[in-house]
T-cell receptor, first 111, second 114 residues
Framework: NAGVTQTPKFRVLKTGQSMTLLCAQDMNHEYMYWYRQDPGMGLRLIHYSVGEGTTAKGEVPDGYNVSRLKKQNFLLGLESAAPSQTSVYFC??????????FGPGTRLLVL | AQSVTQPDIHITVSEGASLELRCNYSYGATPYLFWYVQSPGQGLQLLLKYFSGDTLVQGIKGFEAEFKRSQSSFNLRKPSVHWSDAAEYFCAVGTTSGTYKYIFGTGTRLKVLA
């Protein structure tokens, strides 16, 4: 039982490049979340999903897109990366009445 | 929309002293409430959670938290701090209907003096 996994663990991008971060969960949880963590800012919610085929904006959605085509996967896309998107990205899965489970994080550096 | 406030950015305590970290939330109903701890370069570890029932919640590592509905607070406490408790602590709120959002406070960094 792996819980929540994230791919890749680390990535360096040049400004303007695109990439997709993959989050996968094996707990059959309905709700999935993407956060970014920056020093002094805590974890800020980017986008989230309350079920397969649904997505919603969080606190800082600009510059990101997401998709939840399968219940177990939640993808975060950066269409044109900017240095301001340098951050650590965490994915999480949550079932109501349960604990939110986090992935190990993806460190992204945009040059 | 719900929000979470951790008013203390940094707290310094001496080893063996008691600790209280503050967390206030804004939400129209009773939310799910959580405290997490994060050591440098590490992921988040759940300390404790409140869903319903007894408002005093016991967690791991000797931590406890009390839900006070009238004050919209969920403060974290520990009677005697150990040097290994130095870390960053995050309060989180999960809404229980409708949007199912799950958001975090900005964190409190704890420093422990020997």
């Amino acid at each position: 039982n792996a819980g929540v996994t994230q791919t890749p663990k680390f990535r360096v991008l040049k400004t303007g490049q695109s990439m997709t971060l993959l989050c996968a969960q094996d707990m059959n949880h309905e709700y999935m979340y993407w956060y970014r963590q920056d020093p002094g800012m805590g974890l800020r919610l980017i986008h989230y999903s309350v079920g397969e085929g649904t997505t919603a904006k969080g606190e800082v959605p600009d510059g990101y897109n997401v998709s939840r085509l399968k219940k177990q996967n939640f993808l975060l896309g950066l269409e044109s990366a900017a240095p301001s998107q340098t951050s650590v990205y965490f994915c999480a899965a949550w079932g109501l009445g349960e604990t939110q489970y986090f992935g190990p994080g993806t460190r992204l550096l945009v040059l | 929309a719900q929000s979470v406030t951790q008013p203390d950015i940094h707290i310094t305590v001496s080893e063996g002293a008691s600790l209280e970290l503050r967390c206030n939330y804004s939400y129209g109903a009773t939310p799910y409430l959580f405290w997490y701890v994060q050591s440098p370069g590490q992921g988040l570890q759940l300390l404790l959670k409140y869903f319903s029932g007894d408002t005093l919640v016991q967690g791991i590592k000797g931590f406890e938290a009390e839900f006070k509905r009238s004050q919209s607070s969920f403060n974290l406490r520990k009677p005697s701090v150990h040097w290994s408790d130095a870390a960053e602590y995050f309060c989180a709120v999960g809404t229980t209907s409708g949007t199912y959002k799950y958001i975090f406070g900005t964190g409190t960094r704890l420093k422990v003096l020997a």
